[in-house]
């Protein structure tokens, strides 16, 4: 049985950081693009942030510079590091695995960011 179980998010107030895990089970991890998308009260679930197998990483412009994405394999974990948050990064944040046709997903982690 796959799992993605994401954790660590929470209240923040704007400027401040968190970083979000994903612990997979179940999948060859390392043969795995991961990714994290967020989906806001009453928006569409956006890509923010992927890294292939191999290392290589692609973020949404609007997170560019702020948040980072790296994986760990010897621990099928993938994570997200957001560095200064901004109310507008409020959303429900999503692990993803994908392998060809293969495709997996978290639960989701609420990140609140607000003063």
């Known amino acids: 049985q796959v799992r993605l179980v994401e954790s660590g998010g929470g209240l923040v107030q704007p400027g401040g950081s968190l970083r979000l895990s994903c612990a997979a089970s179940?999948?060859?991890?390392?043969?795995?693009?991961m990714g994290w998308s967020r989906q806001a009260p009453g928006k569409e679930r956006e890509m923010v942030a992927t890294i292939t197998s191999g290392g290589t990483t692609n973020l949404a412009d609007s997170v560019k510079g702020r948040f980072t994405i790296s994986r760990d394999n010897a621990k099928n974990t993938v994570y997200l590091q957001m560095n200064n948050l901004k109310p507008e990064d409020t959303a429900v944040y999503y692990c993803r695995g994908s392998y060809y046709g293969e495709e997996y997903w978290g639960k989701g982690t609420l990140v609140t960011v607000s003063s």
């Open positions: 179940g999948i060859i991890f390392n043969i795995y693009k």
